[in-house]
């Protein structure tokens, strides 16, 4: 079984830039969500998506992150412009959304640097 | 708001030691927790969980006991190996809010052969 794809891998921008990182579920996954994690720290919900509608994004700064989710199945997360404090690994994970077990299936992550 | 404690790292052991990794909840529903590991270059992965209280996690000899009345989830292992350097994440989910994972700092595990 594909497990969750994520891409790039690493991104090194300026501040005051844009990026976007791009997610790919596990086959059947109704739930998607974006977390964010600073070195040092653990992984902090951004975003999280049941099927197609945001369910929770109390924790995205909506001034310069958005996300969306295509069709219920891949996702997108962007920064504009970006900030030194964005400066994080972008975690990308899904769950069939069913059952409360909270077990997430989590990408291998996108690195962002903003210099 | 719920939160997640853990044991301040890193951690440096030799193999074959025992190993605990405290954690510590704080919630105002009933919680599920979770264990999750990162190893080198690798996503995060889930290691164990506990949905009750007194419920015991247990995979790969690593075991954690659901403890209500101190709210905590210790992660423990015997006898450890090399191969179980990694980053351990404890989180909890609560209950009634969706699959939403909590986590807490992180403890960065080192064994030394």
């Known amino acids: 079984e594909a497990g969750v794809a994520q891409s790039p891998r690493y991104k090194i921008i300026e501040k005051r830039q844009s990026v976007a990182f791009w997610c790919n579920p596990i086959?059947?996954?109704?739930?998607l969500y974006w977390y964010q994690q600073i070195l040092g720290q653990g992984p902090k919900l951004l975003i999280q998506?049941?099927?197609?509608?945001?369910?929770?994004d109390s924790q995205l700064p909506k001034d310069r992150f958005s996300a969306e989710r295509l069709k219920g199945v891949d996702s997108t997360l962007k920064i504009q412009p970006a900030k030194l404090e964005d400066s994080a690994v972008y975690l990308c994970?899904?769950?069939?959304?069913?059952?409360?077990?909270?077990?997430?299936?989590f990408g291998e992550g996108s690195r962002l640097t903003v210099l | 708001g719920d939160s997640v404690t853990q044991m301040e790292g890193p951690v440096t052991l030799s193999e074959e030691a025992f190993l605990t990794i405290n954690c510590t909840y704080t919630?105002?529903?009933?919680?599920?927790l979770f264990w999750y590991v990162q190893y080198p270059g690798e996503g995060l992965q889930l290691l164990l969980k506990?949905?009750?209280?007194?419920d015991k996690g247990s995979n790969k000899g690593f075991e954690a006991t659901y403890r209500k009345e101190t709210t905590s989830f210790h992660l423990e292992k015997g006898s450890v190996q090399v191969s179980d350097s990694a980053v351990y994440f404890c989180?909890?989910?609560?209950?009634?809010?969706?699959?939403?994972?909590?986590f807490g700092q992180g403890t960065r595990l080192t064994i030394n052969p």
């Open positions: 994970a899904s769950s069939l959304g069913t059952v409360d077990t909270g077990e997430l299936f």
């Open positions: 086959s059947g996954h109704a739930t």
């Open positions: 998506f049941q099927n197609n509608g945001v369910v929770d």
């Open positions: 919630a105002t529903g009933y919680p599920s």
């Open positions: 506990a949905t009750k209280a007194d």
């Open positions: 989180a909890l989910s609560d209950r009634g809010r969706g699959q939403k994972l909590v």
